[in-house]
């Protein structure tokens, strides 16, 4: 039989049988009313996921995609800006803004450290900035943030706020209007449930308002165009027509399940996640509570290289986990949890860790992690 694989990773994750089967179905052409009738249903729906009043541009593209059309139509060269970070994806913030000529204050953390917005706002009374850049679901520690108090200092400091929520949307909750964000970036390859090549992001009358003074040169990111193509349903460029197809099941399913239903299966899934891995005896590198409900981290047993089980997990097993990503490769593996996972998509992994582990020489006690994990996805939430 040809090997079984399992994609455990977090982005890109695993798209349902349904979004598949629309994505093989024969290519429309944009102009007509398929995918005019298509195009309006997705943005419709994008806007129930993203919780907004306002539109929600989709491109071609991937989640950086999206996360540069918010610098490229907010930043002029010389603005000061402030990016906070605490890991891999904050840090790209950071790498976009510079590369538009920003002026970059740097609210850095150490990887794994979970920013804080008093932090943020004291350093915005120390050195003004005009827009905060900063990360929903740090993908690289499995740290999740509060957005609204990190958005509240940016207004108060008279700031725009830009969050990527490229592996949080429809994973953990996020209320774009309600919590008065001004820019959401995201991707449709993690909670969406779609192949990659889809990139969104929804802008504030404030962060429109302000695009129009921003002078950075941008063509295909400009949300201008993109926008007026919404407004009339035809797209400014050929959009990935299949994709967009997939996209609309994934959506139907998501909110079929109800964004609130979807929120708590995946901190379930976390909670099964770190209780089978601290049952196998070993220690998270993620936050150790519901907050952390998109990615769980842990750390490699002394004297075993993560990058090595990760490794053995691929090739000897079909099961494909993350590695750490810059300071911490080598250091520690991360299991996705993020869009069309259940608990047994969970304990497959915890399974497989556990048996790449002995493989590798660790001692661990053996089959507790799997029973841990189904223990504590059942109980009720509190
Ligand atoms: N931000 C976060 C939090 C992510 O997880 C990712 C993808 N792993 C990105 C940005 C970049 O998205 P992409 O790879 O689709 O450009």
Known sequence: M??????????????????????????????????????????????????????????????????ESAVANLCSPGDRVLVVSGGYFGERWAALAKAYGAEVDHLRYSWGEIPSPEDTGARLREREAGIVFFTHSETSTGVVVDPQPFAAVAREAGALSVLDAVSSLGAVPLETDAWEIDVVASGAQKALMTPPGLAMVTASPAAWEHSTVATSPRFYWDWERTRKGQATLDAPVTPPVSLVAGLDVALRMLLEEGLEGAFDRHRRLGRACREGL?????????????????????????????DELVLLLRDRHGVTLAPGQGELKGKIFRIGHIGYYDVFDVTTALAAVELALLELGAELERGVAVSRALEAFERTPV
């Open 278 to 306: 601290k049952a196998m005896g070993l220690e998270l590198s993620s936050p150790d509570d519901d907050s952390s409900a998109v990615v769980t981290a842990a750390r490699a047993p002394d004297g075993i290289d993560s």
């Open 2 to 67: 040809a090997e079984k694989r399992y994609l455990m990773t977090p982005g890109p994750t695993p798209a349902p049988p349904e979004v598949l089967a629309a994505i093989s179905q024969p290519v429309v052409h944009h102009r007509g009313p398929d995918y005019r009738r298509l195009y309006g249903d997705v943005l419709r729906r994008l806007g129930e996921v993203f919780r907004t009043e306002q539109d929600v541009l989709l491109f071609g593209g991937s989640g950086t995609g999206a996360m």
